[in-house]
């Protein structure tokens, strides 16, 4: 759930569909979300002097943030951020929800996390951070996926949900159950050089099901690991996702409520978008994953017969032939084509494979791959082998054999998961 990078779960920023028009900033603030509360104590007002000390915050809006509690869902590149800033801040309870481990692919953005955690719990390697930053914070572990069926009672129990989830079926799952509990949520998606961030706090402003009533096609959106991500992109999204949540709270500076920021690092400009509720959509009643949303979903993608697990695939090639040479894509009768960049099958490959970038099967179709009876296309996590069997699909019929492609890419491979 976490990070932006897991395999079927991407990490790609929505595009609004619903109503929107560049707009400046609207002035005012909301009221306060939290109440204050007790005084503070001594040690506490020396701690967070500095912050203390802006008028809008004051001891009132300290005591608030020591009041509050905050659901962070996802420990990854937005909630690494959010979560040590909401914990300097003293925020007193910060729940975590996530249940992924932490991989060494992460550390270069997930900053939360470090070499000592690799292979832990990332909701327990936060958890420890946050105690670092400030053992005064109260910490809730969740780990667990957030779903249908225990997103209303998660949310239920805080003031304030910060969505730093890297998959549509989660985004999904965490507005609908804000709509049912009323529960405002901060909100944040990244893709490449590009961020968003808005706040939905049902009866003000837009929902997130107004501004992106439908999912993007599945194969549509890639993940980071697909598509990349600098470092400081979600570093620098989280830590504005963080400030929105202070401001709920304290009722100061003027929140992205019905609003839509865009943030392009590569020309570090920004724009913000008005956005406004559809009148025309009903309020959630339940919480529904759109059927293409769905991890399990394979609208547009791939057929059961067009796909592989990593299983089956090890099934079918049997041991690697070790002096296969430059012809040994073929193991078996079968043909197993890398669609990553070359610098991706220099880091790590099926023993065999041969590597044929993504942009290249797009251009020249069928001609681009070995010939072989059967052919098995793999990425890093499947979305781009679904499109590379998207575009051949045509030109299949005047080859014999079968095209398929690797569920979950080498990541699943590798690692020995499936689905």
């Not at 400030?134 to 998660?154: S, T």
């Not at 078996?332 to 880091?347: H, L, M, Q, S, Y």
């Amino acid at each position: 759930m976490s990070g932006t990078d897991a395999a079927g779960a991407p990490g790609a920023a929505d595009r609004p569909t619903g109503s929107a028009a560049d707009a400046p900033a609207p002035g005012g603030a909301l009221p306060p979300l939290v109440a204050p509360g007790p005084e503070l104590t001594p040690e506490q007002v020396a701690r967070y002097r500095r912050q203390i000390t802006l008028a809008q915050i004051g001891t009132l809006g300290q005591r608030r943030l020591h009041a509050a509690s905050v659901l962070v869902v996802g420990a990854g590149g937005l909630g690494s951020p959010a979560l040590q800033y909401l914990a300097g801040a003293g925020i007193g309870t910060l729940g975590i929800v996530d249940d992924d481990l932490v991989d060494v692919t992460n550390l270069h953005r997930q900053v939360v996390h470090g070499m000592d955690a690799l292979g832990r719990p990332k909701a327990d390697s936060a958890a420890a951070a946050v105690a670092r930053i400030n053992p005064e914070v109260r910490v809730r572990i969740h780990r667990e996926r957030m779903g249908p069926d225990n997103a209303v009672e998660l949310l239920g129990g805080y003031d304030v949900v910060l969505d730093g989830t890297d998959n549509f079926a989660t985004r999904y799952v965490v507005a609908d159950a804000s709509e049912i509990t009323g529960v405002p949520v901060v909100w944040g998606a990244i893709l490449r050089s590009h961020g968003q961030v808005s706040v939905f706090w049902p009866g003000r402003g837009a929902h997130y099901r107004d501004v992106f009533p439908e999912p993007p096609a599945p194969g549509e959106a890639p993940s980071c690991a697909e598509a990349g991500v600098l470092g400081t992109l979600p570093g620098l999204l989280g830590t504005i996702m963080s400030t929105q949540v202070i401001q709920l709270i304290t009722g100061t500076g003027a929140p992205l409520v019905g609003q839509l920021l865009l943030w392009d690092e590569a020309t570090s400009t920004t724009r913000t978008l008005r956005i406004a509720p559809d009148p025309g959509r009903a309020p959630a009643t339940r919480v529904e994953i759109p059927a293409a949303a769905d991890p399990a979903c394979r609208i547009g993608g791939p057929s059961p017969e067009e796909t592989l697990q990593a299983a089956q695939l090890r099934a079918l090639l049997g041991p690697a032939d070790a002096d296969a040479g430059a012809e040994g894509a073929v193991r078996g009768e079968i043909t197993v084509v890398d669609v990553r960049e070359p610098w991706e099958f220099a880091a790590g490959a099926i023993d065999g494979a041969v590597n044929v970038p993504l942009q290249q099967v797009l251009d020249e179709g069928a001609a681009a791959l070995p010939r072989g009876d059967d052919v098995v296309l793999y990425c890093q996590g499947g979305v781009r082998s679904a499109r590379a069997l998207e575009r051949l699909r045509p030109d299949w019929s005047l080859r014999e054999g079968r095209l398929r492609h690797l569920d979950g890419g080498y990541q699943a491979w590798s690692t020995g998961t499936e689905g």
